[in-house]
């Protein structure tokens, strides 16, 4: 999915958000496990923002890849927080400051992940391609 340079202004968030750093990198702590050895083991951090509730971070979306002209977004929002704006969130504030950047936002999603889809859609992404993934086996 690619978001248009044409594509409607984002909504603003109900939520507070933060631009995740070095600096504020105590705000992990509040995650589940796997996503915050995840989220360390990207350090220095790729652009990532952050949707909290209660001063906790809840849900995190960031530059899973990123080249001068291009970035492809990635979320990952705690189970109890879902369908409640957080992942829309963060993400709306990742995407609004790549394309104050200059690059164009991609979202990759497979087809069965309706929510990625839904997300993406609400935030002005559509069908630009398809990837077909595999591998290879000893």
């Not at 933060?18 to 652009?47: H, K």
């Amino acid at each position: 999915l690619a978001r248009a340079p044409s594509a409607p202004r984002l909504p603003a968030s109900a939520h507070e958000t933060v631009e995740l750093s070095g600096t504020n990198d105590g705000l992990l702590d509040s995650l589940p496990r796997a996503l915050r050895e995840e989220l360390r083991a990207l350090r220095p951090f790729p652009p990532a923002f952050g949707a909290l509730a209660g001063g906790a971070l809840v849900s995190v979306a960031y530059a899973f890849l990123r080249s001068e002209r291009y970035t492809d977004v990635s979320i990952d929002t705690v189970p109890a927080f879902r369908r409640s704006g957080f992942g829309r969130a963060a993400a709306a504030a990742l995407v609004a400051s790549e394309e104050a950047a200059g690059r164009t936002v991609l979202w990759g999603a497979r087809e069965t992940n309706r929510a990625a889809l839904a997300l993406a859609a609400a935030l002005g992404f559509s069908r630009a391609g398809a990837l077909h993934l595999g591998a290879l086996r000893p």
